[in-house]
């Protein structure tokens, strides 16, 4: 009786999030609402990695710089899924600081990844500094599939953006 009556029952946070305004005014949640929980995310101040004057010139549908196309369809992918993430957020590692190219925060379990896209892996000297970075993560316990993703991309073989949204729906909801 007590898992028939808790699965036909909403939970405490979903309970408050349908209260009309007005009413969310008489209480104070114990936790924080995903939307308040992401803007106060999001609103940490950071620096990401500075642009060199000759290199091109991207924007995403939210109008922030980004260094490749590729970059362009994650971010615009996970802004249409409402996932929220900081472009180039500075991570530190122990003795190490990476940039990664989105750090992005998992709503449902308040999980923090980062997600790095490698797209010139048809280039012998990049692999090589990618697998480098790869052992900074896991000697760090960033973990692919745990709390980091790695997408890759050659000129025979692009980016799939069925593929990024299939990543980010998997990991990110």
């Not at 104070?28 to 609103?43: C, E, K, M, Q, Y």
């Not at 369809?73 to 590692?93: K, S, V």
């Not at 709390?147 to 949204?165: G, Y």
Request: with cysteine; glycine share 4%.
């Amino acid at each position: 009786k007590i898992n028939d009556l808790l699965s036909t029952t909403q939970a405490p946070q979903q309970h408050y999030e349908n209260l009309h305004i007005g009413r969310k005014k008489l209480f104070s949640p114990v936790t924080l609402s995903n939307t308040d929980f992401a803007s106060h995310w999001l609103a940490v101040e950071y620096k990401h990695k500075s642009f060199e004057q000759t290199s091109i010139v991207l924007f995403t549908s939210k109008g922030e710089r980004v260094r490749s196309k590729s970059e362009v369809i994650i971010a615009d992918t996970l802004n249409r899924l409402g996932i929220p993430y900081r472009y180039e957020f500075p991570i530190r590692l122990k003795n190490y600081t990476v940039h990664s190219d989105f750090y992005c925060l998992n709503l449902c379990t308040r999980q923090e990844f980062a997600w790095e896209h490698f797209g010139m892996m048809d280039d012998g000297e990049y692999v090589q500094r990618v697998m480098e970075k790869q052992n900074i993560y896991a000697k760090n316990n960033w973990i692919v599939g745990k709390n980091l993703i790695f997408t890759m991309e050659t000129r025979e073989c692009p980016l799939n953006s069925k593929v990024i949204e299939k990543i980010a729906l998997t990991c990110l909801c």
